[in-house]
């Protein structure tokens, strides 16, 4: 399959994200549908990952449903894709969502289980992460005592900000931000379990939330590898960088080659590119309702090539 940068549907143009393309369906409804393009420390690269917008709109469409009994989400009443749009894309109906509109809460709701990434940054320099303190003596990639919930500002351009619970309670009102703690925190809660069962560790997600008649609704994308950190859990060794199945390999490429994380980003050569949609491919099988299509001893092979032990 090609990969898919852009979209041009027969639909006005709602609006054009890092990733996802989303056209107006009518006055209530949106098409969401998820590109193959690649963001990474929040700029969107040059070269598309095959496969990954199909699997970005697979999970979180399991998720959605999976999550529905504990937040209400943008799913529409009706999923059907316009049968007048079918044709303009390859492979649209795998990844487009069709969803009511909301009007987005423009912060990022992170929950971590375990140390990572910039959340280990910020504990190596001042043992703390969001304004919590943290136990000392922890080692990168270790579970922390509880999952801690670490907002950011969801910037427009540029670089997101994090934040603590308490700024973002100043910015949002303090009953809108015991609502978005509370529901982060069940979330990542039940998917972690729910992860784990499929021999994932969930380390760290975020989500994204809006108003719609009235309610807090989850919107955007859900427990992705865009939007999550996931390990596999047989290989989980604490003390450093962790396999795993989201776009750390991106981030550990660009950090190699020295990359200032200002744009234009770099082009992925071949091998982190292939190495990329394995991995995608790898958390759709194990936590989505559909695998990759391609035979299991070849999966294994790549696997084999692409993820250290």
Known sequence: MTPILTTSLPLPLHSQG??????????RELLMVATDRISAFDVVLPTPIPEKGRVLNQLSLAWFRETAGLVRNHLAPDLSIPTSVLSEQPDLEQRSMRVVMAEPILFECVVRGYISGSGWKDYQRSG?????????????????????????????????ENISPAELAHRTGRELAQTLERLSLSLYGFAAERALQSGLILADTKFEFGFHGGDVILIDELLTPDSSRFWDAQRYRPGGPQPSFDKQFVRDYLEQVGWNKQPPAPPLPDEVVEGTSVRYLEALRRLGPAGPREPRGERSERLRRHVPS
């Open 128 to 160: 703390s992460i969001a304004g919590e303190r943290l136990p000392e003596g922890l080692r990168e990639s270790d579970r922390l005592p509880e999952p801690v919930f670490t907002p950011a500002t969801k910037a427009t351009s540029g670089h997101d």
């Open 18 to 27: 890092k990733v996802r393309d989303t056209y107006r369906l009518s006055d």
